[in-house]
């Protein structure tokens, strides 16, 4: 069967990225998480998918007369003052709280929960005995992201981490060609189809695995990858046949946000 993996965490009953959401993606059975990297103002790396503040967190509220709510134009410690976790009640993006599938007890224990740094993230997956998918998050063009490959693999042996519990993805190729010459024990993994209106682009099939948009992707597609002896992954499948049908197909996993419905002793 696919591997599931769990698109930031569970996100679809806890708040994104947050370390919450990968402890409950962890309990949940899935086989990874995914996450994301992004650089602060200072040069340091928090997991965070967007490139404002806006959506995942109390920034206006804490900052109100701020010119700006990008990542970049933060230090840690202000974004370590950030409330990630209280807009998941507020705005249930999942409807999963009007289902009944999230307790008052989490709800609670959402409040408060801060953006984590990249080397919490990977702390816990060591921890964990687990593994993590870590999207490196390009924001062109902004200077200070070339920072964000080196600094990612300076986190990861600081850290201590095994190597084979971490994979590195990005939709900027050219970071992961640096990756794989830097440290050729990490598994990367190129991403395509960000651009809806656009086909797949798999270039010349340099990369020994490919994470796809699953509603661009085709059987075709997956067959050649297959016949090329690529990995393929998919994004974001939430929809229990469309699983079904890409698990029939040959697909080496896929990401989702909900875990919870997905891992083996659930199918």
Same mark, same amino acid.
């Given at each position: ?5 769990? %698109? ?15 402890q409950i993606a962890h309990q949940s059975g899935a086989d990874l998480w995914e996450t994301d990297v992004n650089l602060t103002k200072d040069g340091q790396l928090i997991l965070f998918h967007d490139e404002n503040l806006l959506r995942c967190t109390n920034v206006k509220a804490v900052f109100p007369s701020s010119s700006s709510y990008f990542v970049r134009d933060f230090n840690l410690e202000d974004i370590k003052a950030l409330d990630a976790g209280s807009y998941f009640a507020?705005?249930? #993006? &999942? ?24 080397? @919490?993230?990977? @702390?816990? !997956? /060591? ?9 490196? *998050? +390009?924001?062109?063009? /902004?200077?200070?992201? !070339?920072?964000?490959?080196? /600094?990612? $693999?300076?986190?990861? +042996? ?17 970071? $992961?060609?640096?990756?794989? *010459?830097?440290?050729? %024990? ?15 682009? &798999?270039?010349?099939? @340099? &990369?020994?695995? +490919?994470?796809?948009?699953?509603? $661009?992707?085709? #059987? ?7 016949? *090329? ?13 469309? &699983? ?14 909900? #875990?919870? $419905?997905?891992? /083996?002793?659930?199918?």
């Open positions: 069967m696919a591997w599931v993996i769990a %698109h930031r965490g569970a996100r679809s009953i806890a708040p994104e990225n947050t370390l919450l959401a990968a507020d705005t249930d #993006p &999942f409807l999963q709280i009007s289902e009944g599938n999230v307790t008052k007890k989490a709800l609670l224990s959402f409040k408060n929960e801060t953006i984590p740094t990249l080397a @919490q993230g990977l @702390q816990f !997956t /060591k921890k964990k005995k687990w593994k993590v998918n870590l999207e490196l *998050k +390009y924001f062109f063009p /902004k200077t200070n992201d !070339t920072l964000i490959p080196d /600094k990612t $693999l300076d986190i990861i +042996y600081q850290t201590k981490i095994d190597l084979n519990r971490v994979i590195i993805s990005s939709f900027h190729h050219e970071w $992961l060609d640096r990756i794989m *010459k830097k440290e050729p %024990h990490i598994e990367v993994q190129a991403l395509v189809g960000d651009n809806i209106e656009e086909p797949l682009d &798999f270039g010349d099939f @340099q &990369f020994p695995t +490919y994470n796809a948009n699953a509603d $661009l992707i085709t #059987p075709d597609q997956v067959r050649q990858l297959k016949s *090329k002896s690529k990995k393929i992954n998919l994004f974001t499948v939430n929809d229990q046949k469309k &699983f079904s049908k890409f698990d029939r197909l040959g697909v080496d996993g896929m990401f989702t946000d909900f #875990p919870q $419905l997905f891992v /083996k002793k659930n199918l």
